[in-house]
T-cell receptor, first 109, second 112 residues
Framework: KNEVEQSPQNLTAQEGEFITINCSYSVGISALHWLQQHPGGGIVSLFMLSSGKKKHGRLIATINIQEKHSSLHITASHPRDSAVYICAVEAGTASKLTFGTGTRLQVTL | SAVISQKPSRDICQRGTSLTIQCQVDSQVTMMFWYRQQPGQSLTLIATANQGSEATYESGFVIDKFPISRPNLTFSTLTVSNMSPEDSSIYLC?????????FGQGTRLTVV
């Protein structure tokens, strides 16, 4: 069993829809990261969370430490949001990340 | 924020050869991380590179196959040695600053 599980694996939405991507983890963590990977392979950091909720534009990320669960929400989705969204957890002191398998999002017109 | 310049962005290599990937960070960082992403898979940590000491490799990765250099606090290289088609992957370097992770643009390697 992977330490970090994401769902769904694939998601297709129409423009304007509200999107939720879930991440569950099985280990104690010091932080959780949400990352965005575009088809070329480059990765951009969206959020780093250790508790509560963060918002940036149309993106919202929440984390529940007790339940070992985090969600990434995209409001008013747009085709440019199409990418792979990756959850990664940070445990221990070496700042190494353990990654989920990613959620491939396709937003259509 | 941190800017990481990674090169090459992609390469097609013959089996049995070696490829060296470079990452240059715009400011000093203590640790640099090298990841591999095999087709359709998530990222897997290869090793952690500290300046002035030997890299620390994760289970399943060895120095002879993936030698790493870290000559100063802004630069690191990863070499993929004696390549086989199974080494075809995206390789990424990463640093953490201010609790945020930053990644190079990735090197898409195809071994034929």
């Amino acid at each position: 069993k992977n330490e970090v599980e994401q769902s769904p694996q694939n998601l297709t939405a129409q423009e304007g829809e509200f999107i939720t991507i879930n991440c569950s983890y099985s280990v104690g963590i010091s932080a959780l990261h949400w990352l965005q990977q575009h088809p070329g392979g480059g990765i951009v950091s969206l959020f780093m969370l250790s508790s509560g909720k963060k918002k940036h534009g149309r993106l919202i990320a929440t984390i529940n430490i007790q339940e070992k669960h985090s969600s990434l929400h995209i409001t008013a989705s747009h085709p440019r949001d199409s990418a792979v969204y990756i959850c990664a957890v940070e445990a221990g002191t070496a700042s190494k990340l353990t990654f989920g398998t990613g959620t491939r999002l396709q937003v259509t017109l | 924020s941190a800017v990481i310049s990674q090169k090459p962005s992609r390469d097609i290599c013959q089996r049995g050869t070696s490829l060296t990937i470079q990452c240059q960070v715009d400011s000093q960082v203590t640790m640099m991380f090298w990841y591999r992403q095999q087709p359709g898979q998530s990222l897997t940590l290869i090793a952690t590179a500290n300046q002035g000491s030997e890299a620390t490799y994760e289970s399943g990765f060895v120095i002879d196959k993936f030698p790493i250099s870290r000559p100063n606090l802004t630069f690191s290289t990863l070499t993929v040695s004696n390549m086989s088609p199974e080494d075809s992957s995206i390789y990424l370097c990463s640093v953490e600053r201010g609790r945020e992770a930053f990644f190079g643009q990735g090197t898409r390697l195809t071994v034929v």
